[in-house]
């Protein structure tokens, strides 16, 4: 069963009950009889599944680098970085 919170009009205390989806929202504080008004709260979106987050756990990895098993994989190879060069430089020889 969920769990609602509200807040008296009145007195400004605050207060959870557990109630079902088919119950009538509260109208009357026990206490003082003042308006009840019902609190709402944002809920966080949750991402079920593989490739949401870079911090995601990853399978074992193949030769090229994507997942065992992961078909849905938009992962492309980087291209080779402008700042190093690709072969080493030949050595130096003195005489």
């Not at 399978?59 to 690709?86: I, L, Q, R, Y």
């Amino acid at each position: 069963m969920p769990t609602y919170e509200y807040i008296c009009k009145n007195c400004g205390e605050n207060f959870e009950v557990f109630q079902s989806f088919a119950d009538r929202p509260l109208k009357k504080h026990k206490t003082c009889g003042g308006d009840l008004k019902k609190v709402l709260h944002a809920r966080g979106i949750v991402f079920k599944g593989s490739g949401f987050y870079a911090t995601d756990a990853k399978g074992t990895t193949t030769d090229n680098g994507a997942d065992k098993g992961d078909t849905t994989s938009d992962v492309k190879p980087k291209p080779p970085s402008k700042d190093k060069p690709d072969k080493k430089p030949a050595a130096a020889t003195t005489d």
